[in-house]
C-alpha cells in the first residue's frame, strides 16, 4: 500500500492512474480545503441567531460530548460513566492527487478526537461528493481514489469505515463522521486551562497559502504573475507543497497519546478558522463552559514554513499569516500543558514518535485576562513575537519513508504588524 507519506514527497502523475496529463483536481473547486468552511464571524452570527442565549463569541469546540443514558453505562461503571464523542468535518480539495486528498480528509476528522486526548474511534462514517463537472469516467477513477485515500489512512491506526453518504456535485468533497465511547477519565475537555500553561503547536502553519501557490503555478493568476512570478523559484513553491501536503495528511494521533501522559489540561486542532481563530475559541471556552475568570491566551511565537514566509512578504500580508488568521488545513494540535518542563517533554518525545516531520514548538502561554491590553476574543499575539523556520522545506521532498529526520534549523524574525 502507498502511503500518504510517499505520495506526498514525490510529483503526482495522472496518467498513473488515467487520467489526462494536464489533470487539477483544485480545478473543480474555488475554495480549497478548510477555507472553503463558513467564516467564523459569519458563523457565531448565524449560531446566535438560532440561539440568542448563546454564550458571546463561541462557536463551539472539536466534538459533541454527550453522556450516554444510564441505563446504557452500566458495564462501564468500573471506569465511570460512558460518553459518545462524535464530530463532523468535510470539505473541498486541496491538492490534486485524489487519493492524497482522501488521506488529508481522513487525517482531518479524526483529529477532532485526538484534540480531546482521546486516541480510539469507534466508528468512522464517510462524507463523500463526486463532482458532475467531470466526465463520467474520470469522475469514477478520481472518486475511488479519494475514498480509497480515506480508508487506508483510517486503517493505519485500525479504524474501519462503516458507512457514510455520498451525493453528487459540482465540487468534489470528502470528510465523515467520527464516534466513539469513552469514559470521562479518557477525555481531556478543552475547558481545563489554566493562568500559566504553556502552549505548543504540532505543526507548521502556511499550509492554506503553500497550496494555492501550487495551484498558481499551474494556473497562473493575474496574483500570481504580479507578486509571485520571478520572485520565487518553482522548485521553492514546490518544496513548500510537498511538505504542506505531508503535515495535512500526517495524524494527530501521538500528539494526543502524549497530552494524557504529560497532563494536558486543553486542547484545539489549528483549521480553517487559523491559530488565531482557533485559540479565541479555547479561551472563550473556558468562561463559557465553566464560568472562571476570563483568561488570554497570550501568542509569542508563530513556526511557518520558510517558503511560506517569503511568499507572505511578497503578497504584502494578504492571508494575514503573520497574525496567525490564515485558514489551515488538517492542521496541529494547541496543546496547554501545565508548565514549560512538560512542554519540552512533551515535543521531544513527539520528535521521537514522528522523527520525519518537523519539531514541534512552545508558541505562548496561558494568562489572566488584562482589559487594557487585550481584545474581547481574548487572544493576544505580542509585538515582539517571533516568527520560527521550524526545518529547511526541502529537507522532506523526495525523501524516502525511512530518512532519518533533518535537523531543525530556526530563524527568528520580527514580525510585521498593522
Avoid at 482522501?102 to 485526538?114: E, F, R
Avoid at 516568527?387 to 514580525?415: C, D, G, M, Q, W
Wanted: proline share 6%.
Amino acid at each position: 500500500m502507498t502511503t500518504a507519506q510517499e505520495r506526498s514527497w514525490s510529483n503526482f502523475d495522472p496518467t498513473s492512474i488515467g487520467l489526462p496529463k494536464d489533470f487539477l483536481l483544485t480545478d473543480y473547486t474555488r475554495l480549497k480545503g478548510c477555507s472553503c468552511k463558513i467564516p467564523q464571524a459569519s458563523l457565531l452570527r448565524l449560531l446566535c441567531a438560532l440561539n440568542p442565549d448563546r454564550p458571546a463569541g463561541d462557536v463551539g469546540m472539536d466534538c459533541s460530548i454527550v453522556p450516554l443514558r444510564p441505563h446504557l453505562t452500566a458495564a462501564g461503571t468500573e471506569g465511570g460513566r460512558l460518553f459518545q464523542v462524535s464530530t463532523c468535518d468535510f470539505f473541498a480539495p486541496s491538492v490534486d492527487d485524489p487519493y492524497l486528498q482522501g488521506c488529508i480528509g481522513a487525517a482531518n476528522v479524526l483529529s477532532d478526537l485526538y484534540a480531546l486526548g482521546v486516541i480510539h474511534c469507534d466508528s468512522l462514517l464517510m462524507i463523500l461528493a463526486s463532482s458532475t463537472d467531470m466526465e463520467q469516467e474520470e469522475a469514477f477513477t478520481v472518486t475511488l481514489q479519494i475514498m480509497k485515500g480515506f480508508c487506508d489512512t483510517a486503517m493505519t491506526v485500525g479504524v474501519n469505515v462503516t458507512g457514510g453518504q455520498s451525493i453528487q456535485n459540482p465540487w468534489p468533497l470528502i470528510g465523515g463522521t467520527a464516534m466513539t465511547v469513552c469514559t470521562d477519565g479518557e477525555i481531556i475537555r478543552p475547558e481545563g486551562l489554566v493562568v500559566g500553561d504553556v502552549l505548543v503547536l504540532t505543526k507548521p502553519l502556511g499550509a492554506q497559502l503553500a497550496v494555492n501557490l501550487h495551484q498558481w503555478r499551474k494556473r497562473p493568476t493575474p496574483l500570481y504573475k504580479q507578486h509571485i512570478e520571478g520572485y520565487m523559484s518553482e522548485r521553492d513553491i514546490d518544496d513548500l507543497f510537498h511538505c504542506a501536503s505531508s503535515q495535512m495528511a500526517r495524524l494527530n494521533r501521538n500528539g494526543a497519546i502524549l497530552m494524557l501522559k504529560y497532563g494536558a489540561h486543553g486542547c484545539t486542532d489549528v483549521t480553517g478558522f487559523g491559530l488565531y481563530g482557533h485559540a479565541s475559541n479555547l479561551a472563550l471556552a473556558q468562561q463559557a463552559v465553566t464560568g472562571k475568570e476570563k483568561m488570554t491566551i497570550v501568542v509569542s511565537t508563530l513556526p511557518i514554513y520558510e517558503g511560506a514566509v517569503h511568499a507572505e512578504r511578497l503578497l504584502n500580508n494578504k492571508y494575514k499569516l503573520f497574525q496567525g488568521r490564515a485558514a489551515e488545513t488538517s492542521g496541529g494540535l494547541l496543546v496547554a500543558l501545565p508548565n514549560e518542563n512538560a512542554a519540552r517533554e512533551y515535543i521531544e518525545e513527539l520528535q521521537l514518535m514522528d522523527p520525519d516531520h518537523p519539531t514541534a514548538n512552545i508558541v505562548g502561554h496561558v494568562a489572566a485576562f488584562d482589559r487594557s491590553v487585550d481584545n474581547d476574543d481574548q487572544v493576544r499575539l505580542v509585538q515582539s513575537a517571533k516568527l520560527i523556520v521550524p526545518v529547511p522545506v526541502s529537507a522532506f521532498v523526495n525523501a524516502p519513508a525511512h530518512a532519518p529526520a533533518a535537523k531543525a534549523k530556526t530563524h527568528h524574525h520580527r514580525l510585521p504588524h498593522p
